[in-house]
């Protein structure tokens, strides 16, 4: 319940609060062409990552893997387009920082370790696929009683 105050109460009145402070220093005009701004150039951003995570989530598909981290920061790319929509300084900086692609993957590691989804010190880019085999041996066969 803590959470939820924090992000629908205090989240918005510490944006504003800065807001009000960046309008007072540059002034009123200049402070909504910089947010606006940022919200374009972000889902610009935010698009074009979002492009390269489907087209490496396809080509694992393609290669019959499982495209799961792809899928978790594609989630987290969805976040960050929410994030940097939102008016407001603390949001673009939260959201312009999770556009770097290894900390993006480094947080969504740490967050399936912490969830017991993976054992700490294993690396899924890394593991060989076992159980699909090289090559396919076909054959018949006669049951003989």
Known sequence: MFIFLLIFV???LIELYFLIEVGSVIGALPTIV???FTAVLGGALV???GFAVLFRAQAQMANEEVPALELLEGAMLLLVGLALLL???I???IGFILLIS???RALVMRWLKSRGVLRPGVNPERTEQTTRP???IEGDYRRED
Do not use: K, N
């Open 102 to 104: 290894p900390l993006r």
């Open 87 to 89: 008016p407001g300084f």
């Open 10 to 12: 205090a989240a918005p």
């Open 34 to 36: 910089l947010s606006i």
């Open 134 to 136: 090289d090559r396919i």
């Open 47 to 49: 698009r074009m990552q």
């Open 91 to 93: 949001t673009d900086a």
